[in-house]
């Protein structure tokens, strides 16, 4: 599973990128992840606000910070 985090470096983009290790690592998952910060990679993606979460190339969300559950249950989808 390749997972990549949007942002330019924000503080919200830095916690996103913690928590999803964070989660990741408590659920076994076995993912490469990313961070991808510059500008003219992110809006390939096509999103309008950072942090942003990409999981194996499939936007899952944008401008927020999903909780531990939603984590979990994409991880699971992929």
């Known amino acids: 599973m390749i997972i990549k985090v949007l942002g330019t470096g924000c503080a919200r ?3 996103l990128e913690s928590k999803v290790r964070e989660v990741a690592e408590a659920q076994g998952v076995d993912a490469e992840i990313e ?3 510059d500008i003219q990679e992110i809006m390939k993606y096509g999103i309008m606000a950072t942090p942003g979460l990409v999981i194996n190339e499939k936007v899952k969300c944008s401008g927020i910070i999903p909780n531990d559950d939603e984590l ?5 989808e992929c």
């Open 13 to 15: 983009c830095k916690s």
């Open 72 to 76: 979990i249950q994409w991880f699971k």
């Open 35 to 37: 961070k991808v910060t």
